[in-house]
Each structure stands twice: as structure tokens, then as C-alpha cells.
């Protein structure tokens, strides 16, 4: 059974940047797109963004764009996600989340949320001077 563990939050400056990692585990990689989800206090969660591994291709929320890159390490069985120019707003708990799928990422996997099947913890980002 597929297992995702997130790590690399903490507290950052704004305009600092975290790398966040998803270590994926109980299942070949090569089947699913995983998403990287926030949930900021008092609010729904919201999709940032997706990779596919079987196509290699990634998907971001307008929000994010420029600023925050998904990308993979097949060896490892790790997703991760290099976030840069951090804002108070991305402040929240980050969730990574897997579907098992040939889909390629789209705005489905930002949108859809409960299209995904197996969740992570989550690990907290703040952003606060």
C-alpha cells in the first residue's frame, strides 16, 4: 500500500525559501501523478501543484507559478517541492497526495481534490518575520 511521509517545513522569512519532500513508499512510482495541497488556517485546502510520473508533466495554481517548482527523484522515490519568494499567504500545512494514474498533471490536480487516494501528514510552512 502506497505511503507518502512530507517533510522540510518551518518557519522562513518572507521572501525566503523550504524545500519540501514527499517520500513515497509501498508502490512503483511510475503509475502516479502526486499533487502538493496547503491548508491555511480557517481555510479549504487548495491544490499548488502536480507531477506525473509517467510523463514527467507538471501542473502549478496561478498563484504559484514562477515560484514554486515540483519535480522528482525516481531513485529515491521522492517528490519534491522548491519553494521560493515565500509570502505570509503561502503560509499553512502542505499535504502531498497520490492517484494512481497514466493521466498527465493538469488542472485537474489542482482542482480536484478528492480525486486523490492516498494523503500524507502534512508538515507545516510558515512565513512570518
Known amino acids: 500500500q502506497l505511503q507518502l511521509v512530507e517533510s522540510g517545513g518551518g518557519l522562513v522569512q518572507p521572501g525566503g525559501s523550504l524545500r519540501l519532500s514527499c517520500a513515497l513508499s509501498g508502490f512503483s512510482l511510475d503509475y502516479y501523478v502526486v499533487g502538493w495541497v496547503r491548508q491555511a488556517p480557517g481555510k479549504e485546502r487548495e491544490g499548488i501543484s502536480c507531477?506525473?510520473?509517467?510523463?514527467?508533466?507538471?501542473y502549478y495554481a496561478d498563484h504559484v507559478k514562477g515560484r514554486f517548482t515540483v519535480a522528482r527523484d525516481i531513485d529515491s522515490k521522492t517528490v519534491y517541492l522548491q519553494m521560493n519568494g515565500l509570502n505570509p499567504e503561502d503560509t499553512g500545512l502542505y499535504y502531498c497526495?497520490?492517484?494512481?494514474?497514466?493521466?498527465?498533471?493538469?488542472?485537474?490536480?489542482?482542482?480536484?481534490?478528492?480525486?486523490?487516494?492516498?494523503w500524507g501528514q502534512g508538515t507545516q510552512v510558515t512565513v512570518s518575520s
Open positions: 507531477i506525473s510520473q509517467s510523463d514527467k508533466t507538471t
Open positions: 497526495a497520490a492517484k494512481l494514474t497514466l493521466t498527465s498533471a493538469g488542472a485537474w490536480c489542482v482542482s480536484a481534490l478528492s480525486e486523490f487516494e492516498r
